[in-house]
């Protein structure tokens, strides 16, 4: 919980209580969208509400806490891990899984910095990649 709260406080956030239970909720669960988080923390903390869990959401994403992540669906799922990484989504089952490759980060990154695109500065890159996990694969 101490590190909860530091992850939360070192932000400027103010640590309270639905906060360290949102932040918990997007450490246990993979990908998970507000609803799904919502539905979780429910079955703990009754009493949070909907809207808390909302602006949460976004006060993470605004503070870098969270990334949210898209979906081919329309949906928006939350993402807790920061770290460089990309996204492999199915498109058939709505799943996301996390895709980690140092080799891939540092050729892109290598070729934006070779592109120079006119009055843009590339800030991150994340790749989602769409397509099918096969019967083995398509597990959260």
């Not at 992850?7 to 639905?18: A, D, E, F, M, W």
């Not at 009754?46 to 605004?62: D, H, K, M, N, R």
């Not at 949906?75 to 920061?82: F, I, K, Q």
């Not at 592109?115 to 694969?137: A, C, N, Y």
Request: proline share 3%.
């Amino acid at each position: 919980m101490d590190d909860l709260k530091d992850l939360i406080g070192r932000t400027g956030l103010k640590v309270t209580p639905q906060r360290m239970w949102v932040m918990q909720a997007l450490l246990e669960m993979h990908h998970p969208t507000a609803e799904q988080v919502m539905a979780y923390l429910k079955e703990k903390y009754s009493g949070i509400s909907t809207g808390t869990v909302y602006s949460t959401l976004e006060s993470f994403v605004q503070k870098g806490l969270i990334n949210r992540v898209k979906t081919d669906r329309g949906g928006m799922r939350y993402d807790s891990v920061t770290k460089d990484h990309h996204h492999l989504y199915c498109e058939e089952s709505d799943t996301v899984k996390d895709y980690y490759d140092d080799e891939l980060n540092h050729m892109l990154k290598e070729y934006f910095d070779r592109k120079k695109i006119p009055g843009f500065s590339v800030h991150d890159i994340r790749l989602q990649i769409s397509g099918k996990f096969g019967p083995e694969q398509d597990d959260n």
